[in-house]
C-alpha cells in the first residue's frame, strides 16, 4: 500500500544536540511538507518542496533544516538552535497540482 | 494573510446528539478547503475537500458545507468512534511566485467528545 513512513515514533534529545527525522513515502508525490503541532495550536508549516534538491522556508524554519536528494525522501533535522524543540511533528506530501495531503502518523519530539 | 478559525475549541456531544463544528476563514482567492480528522497521536487523515460555495459533501454521519467566508462540519447522531479532533485548512489560489503554491493553512481544530 501506497503511503508515508515516519520515523522514528518516539524521539528523545539531549540539550545541544541535533536530530534527524525521517520522512519517506511510496506515493509518488512532487510535493513533500513539514508541520510542527503544539497542543492548542494548528499546524504549522516548517519546510516544504516542490522538487528534488528545492526546498522553501515555511512558517517557522528557525533552528531546523531540511535535504530533498530523492523523490521519495524529505528528512528533517532539528537543529540546536532549535530552543523549544519538544513537539509533535508531522510530514505530508501531495501530487503537484496541491489537491490536498497525505500525512504520515507523526514523530514526537521530547527534549531530556 | 491567510486566516482560519475554528470554533468551538472542545465539544461535548452524547451519542446521538447532532451538531456542527465551525471553520471561519480569510483568503485570498479559495482554491480549496479540506476536513482533516486526527485521532489522538496519530496523523491527521482526509475527509472532504470543498473547492466553491454551496458545496456539499458526506461520508458515513459527517457533512461538511461551504459558503464565500465559512464552512460547516455537522456531525449526526454521533457515536464515540467520532470522537477526534477536526481539522479545518484552506488552499489559497496560486500565485505567481513560488511562495504560494499549495501550501495548507490550518486552523487550531475542534476537539470532539462523544459519550455513550
Known amino acids: 500500500d501506497g503511503g508515508i513512513t515516519q520515523s522514528p515514533k518516539y524521539l528523545f534529545r539531549k540539550e545541544g544536540q541535533n536530530v534527524t527525522l525521517s520522512c519517506e513515502q511510496n506515493l509518488n508525490h512532487d510535493a513533500m511538507y513539514w508541520y510542527r503541532q503544539d497542543p492548542g495550536q494548528g499546524l504549522r508549516l516548517i519546510y516544504y518542496?516542490?522538487?528534488?534538491?528545492?526546498?522553501q522556508k515555511g512558517d517557522i524554519a528557525e533552528g531546523y533544516s531540511v535535504s530533498r536528494e530523492k523523490k521519495e525522501s524529505f528528512p528533517l533535522t532539528v537543529t540546536s538552535a532549535q530552543k523549544n524543540p519538544t513537539a509533535f511533528y508531522l510530514c505530508?506530501?501531495?501530487?503537484?497540482?496541491?489537491?490536498?495531503?497525505?500525512f504520515g502518523s507523526g514523530t514526537r519530539l521530547t527534549v531530556v | 494573510e491567510d486566516q482560519v478559525t475554528q470554533s468551538p475549541e472542545a465539544l461535548r456531544l452524547q451519542e446521538g446528539e447532532s451538531s456542527s463544528l465551525n471553520c471561519s476563514y480569510t483568503v485570498s482567492g479559495l482554491r480549496g478547503l479540506f476536513w482533516y480528522r486526527q485521532d489522538p497521536g496519530k496523523g491527521p487523515e482526509f475527509l472532504f475537500t470543498?473547492?466553491?460555495a454551496g458545496e456539499e459533501k458526506e461520508k458515513e454521519r459527517l457533512k461538511a458545507t461551504l459558503t464565500k467566508k465559512e464552512s460547516f462540519l455537522h456531525i449526526t447522531a454521533p457515536k464515540p468512534e467520532d470522537s477526534a479532533t477536526y481539522l479545518c485548512?484552506?488552499?489559497?489560489?496560486?500565485?505567481?511566485?513560488?511562495?504560494?503554491?499549495?501550501?495548507?493553512?490550518f486552523g487550531a481544530g475542534t476537539q470532539v467528545v462523544v459519550t455513550p
Open positions: 485548512a484552506v488552499q489559497a489560489q496560486f500565485l505567481m511566485t513560488t511562495d504560494s503554491w499549495g501550501k495548507l493553512q
Open positions: 518542496s516542490q522538487i528534488v534538491n528545492d526546498f
Open positions: 470543498l473547492y466553491s
Open positions: 505530508a506530501s501531495s501530487m503537484r497540482a496541491g489537491r490536498g495531503y497525505t
